[in-house]
């Protein structure tokens, strides 16, 4: 099938099989490796991208899924060379260490804040429950999550 | 100091929180095919009949491996040292299948996806063999046909110190323990990459923790030069020990020695529970002895270790274990027994820690047992029992030196509350019939390195460039835990420079220096640290001697200051690095290097205390994390936040292991190999961890630093453990305490 | 080459559907459906997406009926107004599904779809008396939600209809739905427990009450409702009623279903739904 979706603001067009996974066509169609595969069944939330303003697992979405649809990954989110304020926190605040869960938890943090600009730390624990990170113990993550939203 | 103890980002930070940073499976090579791997359906069996005919026809599709046509070769996937000694049991494919998702043959193609779908088109037809997925239908010998080395190894035993005599008031408490099998669960599942070029040199990307090793071992595995093969360490997404056995390595080797094009294969996340490796299901029965004060007499220990398909590392996982029982607590009289069995079950290997969480779990289970029989607090009785400062440990003669294990408690104690909850706990339980709240306590030691029971030692070069700034070979292994930033900081704080003034290229064969240990044993910071310090040190002298030479000036006069160099004789002569690397260039005509050997020489005790709060719903068996607090004896925090950080990552796995985490095994013998049912816990169910370090700058390691990767995960699983038995007064301590081993253990004491 | 229909009006749809072979899969948001379909588990010959039909994706009040579409999302069900001033029970379910990413996803449509025991969406639909309607190449059929499931995995859909909607009679009656715990073990094991209470004062005049993840379909307990009749709400009626639960377990779950644990959790349950309850009355 043809596809036709906007793909970190642009318009893209590309042909697919429909049950292709957007990771996979995200990851080998398009070369946007940013975004990881750490368990293809919606559970560790390396995958998570945006789409229409929502967290979803790029690994249960089909390409049949996103005609018209609006798709932010990690790549997306630099403007102008300029990093987002949640990656350039997230550097500053140690929250990264392995990175694998970092490009995901970036994005569900992404979406927890375009919904949600000063989440309390419930709030935060809930709209991260669905990102692993197995180095952590989430501390760090929680705290950048929070100076962001302060800082913005 | 200016930097360590500081807190910085690990060093690819930007990398990481941009997507840009390459992990192996984000690899792409000119040329590159895919692989996939063929696993078996059946426990245990005999591959009777193999059609690969279906899979060649399919367009992309390159070539098949399998087991009559690759190297057949017995290996063992522990080695990673030249002419290590080791039993030899597995193949890269096996006819003789011995576990669900043991490597049959594997599909080379253009792309996964295609490799993917030929597997699936491999047709199989098995002879069934009877199986065993627990160790004690191993010994009864249910599966002797698994290999000519037989199936149940032992017996290894020990015993160290004399036994008192009982003066007829000893108290004996018995204990059982079982650990089920956890996988390590690093987010970056496992992939490998290999290239064969035209030079006849085969270089291997992967993440792992040694990059030597994997070249001793593949080389010996296809009788190549060691000087034929190259590894390359890429990124690592988390390993917790399951990076560090060579699992996908010999795989993308095989494929790309005979197909000549770049070979990647990546494991999803099924395959890299049941096919990599998980840390060993125990069986402990012990016997702890103590006076009625609460001297701690004698402990009897037997363990049954569970291999599972193939021998690995497990005889040694069980020697190492038995080598731990004097590291936290003194007492005069030691005996321990361990058999390791091989079942038709996914094999077991090195798990963060190397043993001492699992020795832990058992011991402080006996502790908790113990206090309650004494009626002597928990954090009282090991009070009582805990190596002081420069005792020796019994069983090697080694002085512990400035272990921190009474300091850890005390301190705990009070940031813990611990008297003050004990009264609140009381009054809780009391007015509460469903939730009950406990505390627990728990105390481990670990090691910094092998020393004295292997060789460690290892080499770092420095050298400065034309800039000014410095390159330091170290060969390291990032595990994503920040070793390079750790060790840019070390190097920058004795050289008197910015830390991104040091560049450390991590671990490849071909550019740095040859180190035959690899990031093990939580030796990295502290031996291949010391070492950097030491370099770094030498470094310094060869570049006032440079100056001096330049200058015509004495040794004794320069003085370093920055990126400066001057002689406190003409103090406006002042020559940055740079400029002094050119007049050594033009002029000296040598390079500013150093190069520096360090051998291991001692191996300090190391411990934490933590110390867990809960409430167990005793209607459902789920249980709650309220407060948590970590003590690290950690000597001197090089990057202070990450130290944090680990302990609470290490605190968090460690409370999975005790409460949710383990691979669970349908009748048939196929494994649940999923993160549906394999329970890691969350950000909304995580404790948030409190970290107190103890700093006494007072060891051999850089800067006084001691290990901290590993030991801030050795006490975790027992603290909740103890916590979940002082709430319901229970001796459970069969992991993981799922609310049905919880429920069920309540429903038996309902009816009792 | 795989085909694929993705109708973007009411219009389009019986074209869309009258295209499907009994190979076909209707996706929604296909949080269960990509993990079968990439493991190769389901090998269809056509995928139809119905998630760009705009009344598909709303929930309204007509009458005394509320409306849901099926490709409404959990996320949408769990924060709309008509849903938790109305259907407090559904808006539970929804906002227990997961995590947010599936929730983000996961529709109530394919909550059904799927028909695993496990679905928690399914028992509330049985409190509430929900009706699906179910679109065809021929126009459209109404049917009780309870006639939908035939066995795990397998409804009375044909190859060519799909679910459009689903109506909600507005409930007479106060109503919530726990599961059990969010902290799972080996197996999806919990007990989803919906209830439905209308009190006289403090005392029950009539309760309904449906059990998840017990059975093939959720369970009604009857018997328990009517011991209820005209009582109070205190813990000793709260566990008598969760022995009713726990009785049905004993006798009719095998045990590799968990059923130790199922029976003795089953007091945790039904005394948590009770106290949610408690608080909207």
Known sequence: MTLNFILNGRPTELEVSPDKRLLDLLREDLGLTGTKEGCGEGECGACTVIIDGEAMHSCLVLACQLEGKSVLTIEGLEQNGELDKIQKIFIEETAIQCGFCTTGMIMSTKALLMHNPHPTETEIRNALAGNICRCSGYTQILRAVKRTSEEA | ?????????????????????????????????????????????????????????????????????????????????????????????????????????????????????????????????????????????????????????????????????????????????HIDRINHMAMETHAAVAEFDSQGELTIYSP?????????????????????????????????????????????????????????????????????YCRAPMYFKNKFTFTPDGKLQDVDCDLLLDAGAYLGNSINYARTLGSKFFRTYRYPHETFHAQVALTNTIVSGAFRGWSSPEFNIN?????????????????????????????????????????????????????????????????????????????????????????????????????????????????????????????????????????????????DTAVTPQDFVGCFSSRTTYVMGRATQECAKL?????????????????????????????????????????????????????????????????????????????????????????????????????????????????????????????????????????????????????????????????????????IGEVCHVPASAAVVGAVNDALQSDLNDLPLTPDKITAYLKNREER | MMKSYAPKTMAELPASLAALTPESKIVGGGTDFVIRLHSGAVQPDALCYLGHIPELKKIEKQGDTISVGAYCTMTQM?????????????MDAAA????????????????????????????????????????????????????????????????????????????????????????????ISRIGVALGLDMDGDYVREMKMFAGAVAIKPVAFEKACDFMKGKTINEQNVLDVAGFLSDYIAENVAPEFDRDYKVYASRGVVTDVFDRILGRL
């Open chain 3, 78 to 90: 769990e924060h709309d107004p008509i849903v938790r001033e109305y259907l407090p029970a559904l």
């Open chain 2, 539 to 707: 470094l310094k002298e060869r570049i006032k001697e440079h100056f001096a030479v330049e200058r015509g000036c004495d040794v004794a006069d320069v003085v370093l200051d920055g990126m400066t160099v001057y002689s406190t004789k003409e103090p406006d002569v002042v020559y940055t690095w740079s400029d002094l690397v050119y007049a050594s260039q033009q002029r000296y005509q040598h390079e500013i290097f150093a190069s520096y050997e360090y051998v291991s020489k001692d191996n300090p005790g190391v411990c934490g205390g933590h110390f867990a709060y809960v409430e167990v719903d005793t209607y459902t068996g789920m249980v709650k994390i309220l407060d948590y607090l970590a003590v690290q004896d950690i000597g001197q925090a090089i990057n202070r936040e990450i130290c944090i950080a680990q302990t609470q990552g290490a605190s968090v796995m460690g409370a999975g292991a005790a409460l949710t985490e383990h691979v669970h095994y349908r009748p048939n013998g196929v494994p649940f190999a999923n993160l549906k049912d394999y329970h890691l816990l969350n950000s909304f169910e995580a404790p948030s961890v409190r970290v107190e370090l103890i700093e006494n700058h007072n060891t051999e390691g850089p800067f006084g630093a001691k290990t």
């Open chain 2, 1 to 177: 100091m200016v930097h360590v103890g500081k807190s910085y980002p690990i060093h690819d930070a930007l990398g990481k929180a941009t997507g840009r940073t390459v992990y192996a499976g984000d690899m792409e090579l000119k040329g590159m095919l895919h692989m996939a791997v063929l696993f078996s359906k059946i426990p245990h069996g005999f591959v009777k009949k193999l059609d690969y005919s279906k899979a060649m026809e399919l367009p992309g599709v390159v070539d098949v491996l399998y087991y009559g046509n690759t190297c057949q070769k017995e290996y063992n996937r522990y080695h990673s040292q030249y002419r290590q000694d080791l039993i030899h049991t597995e193949r890269i494919f096996n006819q003789h299948v011995r576990f669900v998702g043991d490597r049959i043959a594997a599909v080379v193609a253009t792309t996964e996806e295609i490799a993917r779908k030929a597997v699936s088109l491999i047709e199989v037809e098995y002879e069934e063999y009877s199986f065993a997925l627990d160790a004690h239908e191993t010994l009864e010998g249910k599966i002797d046909n698994m290999d000519e080395h037989g199936s149940v190894f032992g017996s290894i035993a020990n015993e160290v110190g004399t036994r008192p005599e009982n003066d007829g008031t000893f108290v004996e408490v018995d204990t059982t323990t």
């Open chain 3, 96 to 187: 227990d599904v997961g995590s947010l990413q599936i929730r983000n996803n996961g529709t109530i449509g394919g909550n059904l779809g799927n028909a695993s025991p496990a679905g928690d969406l399914i028992p509330v639909m049985y409190l509430y008396d929900a009706k699906v309607e179910i679109a065809s190449p021929n126009g459209t059929r109404i049917v009780p939600v309870t006639d939908v499931i035939l066995r795990p995995g397998k409804t009375i859909l044909e190859a060519n209809e799909a679910f459009i909607r689903f109506l909600f009679p507005v409930p007479a009656f106060k109503s919530a739905f726990v599961k059990l715990g969010s902290r799972k073990k080996v197996t």
């Open chain 2, 208 to 276: 792992n923790q040694t990059v030597y090793g994997i070249r001793s071992f593949i080389a010996d595995l296809f009788d190549m030069d060691y000087n034929k093969v190259r590894v390359v360490k890429t990124t690592m997404g988390g390993s917790f020990g399951g990076k560090q056995e060579w699992v996908l390595e010999p795989l993308v080797a095989a494929a790309a020695l005979r197909v000549k094009r770049p070979v990647k294969l990546v494991y999803n996340r099924e395959e890299s529970i049941r096919s990599t």
């Open chain 2, 363 to 507: 011991f402080e289970h006996g502790m908790n047992m113990a206090a309650r029989k004494l009626g002597i607090d928990p954090i009282e009785l090991r009070l009582k029992n805990v190596i002081h400062e420069g005792d020796i440990e019994l069983s090697t003669g080694l002085n512990l030196g400035d272990f921190k294990g009474r300091q850890v408690l005390e301190l705990g104690r009070e940031k813990f509350d611990w008297e003050n909850r004990k009264k609140e706990i009381a009054e809780f339980n009391a007015q509460n019939k469903r939730y009950k709240r406990g505390m627990g306590v728990s105390l481990g030691g670990h090691v910094n390195g092998f020393y004295p029971a292997k060789p460690d030692y290892t080499r770092v070069d420095m050298c400065v460039t034309e800039s000014g700034t410095v390159r330091c070979g170290v060969t390291l292994h990032d595990h994503g835990c920040g070793t390079v930033t750790a060790f840019k900081m070390i190097a920058a704080e004795e050289l008197g420079i910015e830390v991104d003034q040091v560049r450390i290229q991590e671990g």
